[in-house]
């Protein structure tokens, strides 16, 4: 059964560039959710402002994604799940979609470097007031996602804060 990783953490904490590394280093596919719904006409809108999408409309988007991938081929999954329902559907959906759920790598920084990460990214929904929106759900929903992974022995948490060759090498460490 193939392999998925999830990268897990604030906005700016580096997921979709852990992410792509990891998969290239792996020879898996990697999907951003981010990116999925930015891309997504039904969802961008929203999170242009800040919000997260509808929980159903992640599902949507990530099923197609993943439909799309061979079942014998790894998943690098940044961004999803971010709330405890999601985490609960995943593990769930993991059968259907032929894998299981390797480890869930939540990349730890604080509220400055993030501000400073999205300052420098200078994205469309990165503005100031999206910003704080994003930080505050994040707060919210860490804690529950936390204790939903941590006692299935899934969660390993990483100093995001680091350079990026430090990240990868202390995310490739907890894949050893």
């Given at each position: 059964?193939?392999?998925?990783?999830?990268?897990?953490?604030?906005?700016?904490?580096?997921?979709?560039?852990?992410?792509?590394?990891?998969?290239?280093?792996?020879?898996?596919?990697?999907?951003?959710?981010?990116?999925?719904?930015?891309?997504?006409?039904?969802?961008?809108?929203?999170?242009?402002?800040?919000?997260?999408?509808?929980?159903?409309?992640?599902?949507?988007?990530?099923?197609?994604?993943?439909?799309?991938?061979?079942?014998?081929?790894?998943?690098?999954?940044?961004?999803?799940?971010?709330?405890?329902?999601?985490?609960?559907?995943?593990?769930?959906?993991?059968?259907?979609?032929?894998?299981?759920?390797?480890?869930?790598?939540?990349?730890?920084?604080?509220?400055?470097?993030?501000?400073?990460?999205?300052?420098?990214?200078?994205?469309?929904?990165?503005?100031?007031?999206?910003?704080?929106?994003?930080w505050r759900?994040?707060?919210?929903?860490?804690?529950?996602?936390?204790?939903?992974?941590?006692?299935?022995?899934?969660?390993a948490i990483?100093?995001?804060?680091?350079?990026?060759?430090?990240?990868?090498?202390?995310?490739?460490?907890?894949?050893?």
């Amino acid at each position: 059964m193939a392999e998925i990783v999830v990268l897990w953490g604030p906005t700016g904490a580096g997921k979709t560039v852990q992410g792509e590394r990891l998969a290239t280093a792996k020879g898996w596919a990697h999907f951003s959710t981010g990116r999925l719904l930015r891309r997504d006409p039904v969802t961008a809108a929203q999170l242009r402002s800040g919000e997260l999408a509808p929980t159903a409309e992640v599902q949507r988007v990530l099923t197609e994604a993943v439909a799309a991938v061979p079942r014998h081929q790894g998943i690098v999954l940044d961004g999803f799940p971010r709330t405890a329902d999601q985490a609960a559907w995943l593990e769930q959906q993991l059968p259907q979609w032929g894998r299981h759920l390797r480890r869930v790598i939540l990349l730890s920084i604080d509220e400055a470097t993030s501000r400073e990460r999205l300052r420098l990214r200078s994205r469309s929904d990165d503005s100031s007031a999206a910003q704080r929106e994003k930080w505050r759900e994040y707060q919210k929903l860490m804690q529950p996602l936390v204790a939903f992974y941590q006692p299935r022995g899934l969660l390993a948490i990483v100093d995001g804060g680091g350079t990026i060759d430090q990240v990868t090498e202390s995310i490739e460490a907890t894949l050893a």
